[in-house]
């Protein structure tokens, strides 16, 4: 049975030598960043609100937890059956 290896069998480029590992650097430049290739690359802003909902909803949850935990507590507790008190208190 023939089996393949992926790092040897991969065909070599003139930026990646033959003998490189999948995690070698690879060498030579960059093409630069111009204008036109930011704007393509960059340019689309399709689902950023999402990811912004996604990230709010996320701090909520977690300010939520924050909470509960605070609240849980047995001095907070007291605080706030103390409070509850005075305000049905008639003086």
Request: glycine share 6%; aromatic share 4%.
């Amino acid at each position: 049975m023939n089996q393949i290896h992926p790092v040897a069998d991969a065909p070599t480029s003139p930026t990646r030598p033959a003998d490189a590992t999948p995690s070698a650097p690879i060498t030579g430049s960059l093409p630069p960043l111009t204008r036109r290739s930011a704007a393509l690359l960059f340019g689309d802003d399709t689902g950023a609100a999402t990811a912004e909902y996604a990230i709010a909803t996320m701090a909520a949850v977690a300010f939520a937890g924050l909470l509960v935990v605070i609240m849980r507590s047995d001095e907070v507790r007291g605080i706030l059956t103390d409070l509850v008190r005075r305000a049905l208190t008639v003086a």
